[in-house]
Nanobody, 116 residues
Framework: QVQLVESGGGLVQPGGSLRLSCVVSGSIFSINDWGWYRQAPGKQRELVAG???????NYANSVKGRFTISRNSDKNTVYLQMNSLKPEDTAVYYC??????????WGQGTQVTVSS
């Protein structure tokens, strides 16, 4: 059993920053890839950023240069640093893990709202 618990969401003004955290517990040895997804109202869930066990990283074009994904293996935590936030970044953000993305393990989601 694997559990993912996100935190760090909230309300921020345009241009501001947030850091999301995803603490992972359980049998994580089978997980190769980690990712952050988001889903805005009325839209499909989309991959924002992904990181493999070997450290290969990819980003959605809409967040390149603004978001940074990282992983701390000692703390079993995956992070998403979000800078220069825009109103269109407003969404529920989900942590995800699995052999490949999208994996079978999801967190409960954390709301990010960018508004003045």
């Amino acid at each position: 059993q694997v559990q993912l618990v996100e935190s760090g969401g909230g309300l921020v003004q345009p241009g501001g920053s947030l850091r999301l955290s995803c603490v992972v517990s359980g049998s994580i040895f089978s997980i190769n890839d980690w990712g952050w997804y988001r889903q805005a109202p009325g839209k499909q869930r989309e991959l924002v950023a992904g990181i493999t066990r070997r450290g290969t990283i990819n980003y959605a074009n809409s967040v390149k240069g603004r978001f940074t994904i990282s992983r701390n293996s000692d703390k079993n935590t995956v992070y998403l640093q979000m800078n220069s936030l825009k109103p269109e970044d407003t969404a529920v953000y989900y942590c995800n893990g699995g052999y490949r993305l999208p994996g079978g393990y999801w967190g409960q989601g954390t709301q990010v709202t960018v508004s003045s």
